[in-house]
C-alpha cells in the first residue's frame, strides 16, 4: 500500500461525527519505533553510521514528520491530542480501522480480529 491509498482508505473510513477514525496518529509509543519506518518509506535513514551523524533532519525526515502532521491537520483522518495507545484502544472499540504497529503489538490485534485480521507491510510512497 503506497501513501495515497493509505490516505484513500483512511478518509473512507473515517466518520469524524461518530468518532471513528481511518488512523490514529500515536504522539508518543510507539511513534518512537514509527517514525524511523516513515523516515525509510520517504527514502531516508535515521542516521548515517558511517558520516557519525543523524539524518532524521533529512529530505526524508520532513516529508515523514508533514505525513504525521497531515494525518491529523491536512487529510483528518486521525483525531487531534491523541493519547498513548489511544490507537490501541479505539481499535478495540471499533472507532480505529487501521495501524501502523511492530509485530510486538500483533497479538492484541489478533485476538481482537481473529481471522478477519488484516497485515500488511509499509510500502513505497
Not at 494525518?71 to 495501524?99: C, D, H, R
Amino acid at each position: 500500500m503506497n501513501q495515497q491509498q493509505f490516505v484513500s482508505y483512511a478518509e473512507k473510513l473515517t466518520n469524524r461525527s461518530r468518532g471513528v477514525w481511518g488512523y490514529v496518529q500515536q504522539p508518543g509509543w510507539p511513534n518512537q519505533f514509527l517514525f524511523p519506518s516513515l523516515i525509510a518509506q520517504f527514502g531516508g535513514s535515521l542516521a548515517n553510521p558511517a558520516a557519525k551523524k543523524m539524518e532524521f533532519n533529512s529530505q526524508a525526515g520532513v516529508e515523514a514528520l508533514q505525513f504525521e502532521w497531515n494525518t491529523i491537520y491536512k487529510w483528518k483522518v486521525s483525531p487531534t491530542n491523541a493519547s498513548n495507545n489511544e490507537y490501541v484502544n479505539l481499535f478495540e472499540k471499533g472507532q480505529n480501522a487501521m495501524v501502523m504497529d511492530g509485530a510486538y503489538d500483533y497479538q492484541p490485534f489478533k485476538e481482537a480480529l481473529g481471522s478477519n485480521l488484516g497485515v500488511a507491510p509499509t510500502g513505497d510512497r
